[in-house]
């Protein structure tokens, strides 16, 4: 909703953007699974900026019957100033939903009474379908409990090892009509013994799939890994990888093969017993139908930018950036052997990164963050990659969602916020509660002294 209307409303009415912004902060706020006296300050905080803004809807009030003036009387408008001490009362209001009694109703009295005989006796065999069917569900609560009880710290930790970043399936490049030629299937059989039907020369990949600087980001990438396993350096990168080599030639002919996603994990909030459970999530980079290069989805991600290099953002977004992917890869360091003597295998994102509005701040009308496609380098000579480089699995957080957007002729994009509970609760101005407020104030004093 906020992605859709923001480009529409932040010239014809920005009021009215604060004014569903402030609905959203209570809508997402209220469906927390966990509350604490911070959560119950912004949801007051929510409800004082919707009691503040509804003035700029005074003009579309519906007319009172008897006086035939307008109104704000709504008993819905009503209830939800109850919801801070309601839910400080009888907790969250997790699934909450008032047909659950309908539902009930159907669950325990109609289906049952289906299966009975009806005759006499009916209400007496609906009792016996209900016992049986709460041992059923006492039972399998049982079951679930058994797999949520506390494990081990070592199955613990092999288990979390598992929720790493991983490359998705390899693509068959034969199966999407690009098929390779004599001389490179026996390349690649005979001397680097891969199947053709996976594996290219990385040459050959940029050539096919037209993306600028490719082989120079693949070369920084290998050479920037490299230079981390000589110095054993955990960390995710150092400053090479946007380094841009004045001969690259020697990686044309490294084997690479192409991946249609990247699997990673984000913590959705959606589990009331585990806030911090994580949620696997895909970033998705694959051709769509044929031919192989001309349609692809490439969708958009959040990555840790090595060594905390930034863009000017400060301090909102802690140091990530967002991109789009446009091909995930796996490529064979023939330089490099493991100890059966075989090329090291490295993966990677090859990312278009977004170059952020407003020094990254949130802003304030809509509360996203905007971002813009970073013009090319002009320079000769340039000495940097910029705006294209390759980044590890290790970097990517989880995906972007990223919506296109386009006010007085210039075309940019917003990042939504609004899309789940992670996103909602990291993107965000620190001192969101007294701009949004005092912004309310300032929206409701202008409208009031119309009157």
């Not at 016992?131 to 609560?141: E, G, P, S, Y």
């Not at 980079?285 to 990555?303: E, L, T």
């Not at 000017?312 to 059966?340: C, H, N």
């Not at 002009?378 to 995906?399: D, M, Q, V």
């Amino acid at each position: 909703m906020m992605a859709t209307f923001a480009p529409i409303l932040v010239e014809l009415n920005p009021d009215a953007l604060h004014a569903g912004r402030a609905i959203l902060d209570l809508v997402i706020l209220a469906r927390y699974r966990s509350h604490d006296d911070d959560t119950i300050r912004y949801l007051l905080a929510a409800l004082a900026r919707i009691d503040l803004l509804k003035e700029v809807f005074r003009a579309y009030r519906p007319l009172d019957k008897t006086t035939g003036k307008g109104h704000f009387n709504f008993p819905k408008f009503h209830s939800i100033s109850h919801l801070p001490e309601m839910i400080q009362s009888f907790g969250p209001p997790d699934g909450l939903t008032t047909q659950t009694g309908e539902k009930a109703h159907v669950e325990f009295f109609k289906k049952y009474y289906g299966l009975t005989n009806k005759h006499d006796n009916y209400i007496e065999q609906i009792m016996r379908h209900d016992v049986a069917h709460q041992k059923m569900i006492t039972m399998r609560d049982l079951v679930k409990y058994q797999d949520t009880k506390v494990l081990p710290p070592a199955i613990e930790r092999s288990q979390e090892e598992e929720k790493k970043t991983e490359a998705g399936t390899p693509l068959d490049l034969h199966a999407w009509g690009w098929q390779a030629d004599d001389e490179e299937r026996d390349i690649m059989r005979q001397i680097y013994h891969c199947d053709s039907r996976y594996w290219r020369p990385a040459g050959a990949v940029a050539e096919w799939l037209e993306l600028d600087t490719f082989l120079e980001a693949l070369a920084a990438f290998i050479r920037t890994d490299r230079t981390k396993s000589r110095e054993h350096h955990l960390s995710k990168g150092d400053n090479n990888i946007d380094t841009r080599e004045a001969d690259c030639g020697w990686v044309r002919r490294y084997p690479v093969r192409i991946h249609s996603n990247v699997r990673c994990w984000k913590a959705l909030g959606e589990d009331s017993l585990d806030i911090a459970r994580l949620s696997k999530d895909v970033v998705v980079c694959r051709p769509i139908g044929q031919p192989f290069r001309k349609r692809w989805r490439r969708d958009c991600a959040w990555v840790h930018e090595y060594d905390q290099q930034t863009s000017d953002a400060d301090g909102v977004l802690s140091g990530k950036l967002v991109g789009e992917v446009l091909v995930v890869v796996e490529v064979m360091d023939l330089a490099r052997r493991d100890f059966r003597q075989r090329p090291t295998h490295l993966q990677g994102v090859f990312m278009e990164i977004f170059k952020y509005r407003h020094n990254g701040q949130v802003q304030e009308c809509h509360g996203m963050v905007e971002v813009e496609r970073a013009q090319p380098s002009t320079a000769r000579n340039p000495r940097t990659l910029g705006k294209r480089r390759f980044y590890s699995l290790a970097s990517i957080e989880r995906s972007a969602h990223v919506v296109p957007a386009s006010v007085k002729g210039k075309e940019f994009y917003y990042i939504n916020s609004f899309i789940d509970f992670d996103q909602y609760n990291s993107i965000y101005d620190p001192d969101f509660l007294n701009k949004s407020y005092r912004a309310a104030k300032e929206i409701n004093t202008r409208y009031t002294t119309r009157q």
